[in-house]
């Protein structure tokens, strides 16, 4: 932590939730926010006539993109939802196939399985990053898997080493969920580039945004052919020199031009604010580390660069006598006039997981079963839920929130016996 990093000198001030002053609001600038030349690459898209897929503008995106995250080819696909299906689909993944997935993570990740009449089986998280847990990767593989997902979940990464030898090992590719890693890397390469095939969205919420949108990077040639077919209801890409390609049953699941002109003009700005994001959750990480009652996630010595989607940290339950981590969040949250949120409930629990609530799925008895997430024990990632602390990536973007934050928490520590009896009271 260096001096500018120090919580600010509390003067024993309350709690906003116990009367105190609001500060001043941190990160007042909402998100997204325009880089510059949104208007002008989407005039020129509206002038064009070429408002579909496969314009100028789209392909220039993705030749940038994929780079960027050390992928040789990438394609633009509707959502990360979709992105995630067809690169399940380009491996041919499908009926009654098992692939991994953690349990800590958006339910897209394992709906993209169930999507394909595949079987999402969930697997446990790591206590130190939130992600994947190697170990029970290698517990739960069967003669059936086909496909290892490990997401690159808030400000942690997957541990693409040992994952990546897993899928070695038991020739079971992996693809990478980056919906929340944009310019993240891992030992200096870009999320995205490890697995078989990346898989990034653009939603609103998301670092990189349009929107909507999605993404699949991919360094294999086969790979990139197919899942254009699949985006484009199985047609073969213009220019393909693949001698192996064969027609295959798809849809629709394309972008559109205007999308990739705001994405390109998103992507000016986005390398200085991931920069920028990733010099700012190292300071607030070596912040935590020196507070009582807080703990920061573990940096493994693989992630070198992390561009988060939230920035995410534990509540030491133990140390707050008494007050919850949901007491905590609702202070916190007053103190800096910015959402504070839980991490995502496990899929075993999770209300937007829900595989026996459609008739689609009901193929066969035994697999109505096999998708029933309630049959995974995922302590971890519950453990999770309960302490996980969530901030958006927008205060990250203020270098000026790093001390707020920090001394936003250390006043509340100081404070912890009244506010558990606030809570109480509530
Ligand atoms: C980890 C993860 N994977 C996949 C997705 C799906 O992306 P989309 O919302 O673009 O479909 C999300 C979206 O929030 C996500 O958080």
Redesign the pocket.
Known sequence: MTSTDQPLKTSGAAPVVLGGEPRAPIAAEQWPRPAGREMELLGQVVRSGNWGFDGPLEAEFEAAFAAYQDARYGLCVA???VA?QLALEALDVGAGDEVIVPAL??Q??AAAALDINAVPVLADVEPGTYCLDPVQVERLITPRTRAIIP?H?YSSLADMDRICQIGARHSIPVIE?C??AHGSRWRDRGTGSWGALGCF???KFKTLTAG?G?FVSTSDPALRERVYSLRNCGRRRHGSADADWRPIQSGNYRMTEFQAAVLLAQFDAFDGQASQRDLNVGRIEAGLAELPGVAPMDHPAGRTRISPYEFVFKFVAGEWDGLSAGGFRRALEAELGVEVDRVNEPLNAAPLYLPQTKRRYRITSAYWDAINPKRFDVPVATQAYAEGVSLPHKILLDDDAVPVVLDAITRLHEHRQALASWENAA
């Open positions: 959502n990360g939802t995630l993570t958006w897209a990740t997401v979940l969920d919906a929340h969205s653009f939603q909507e999605g």
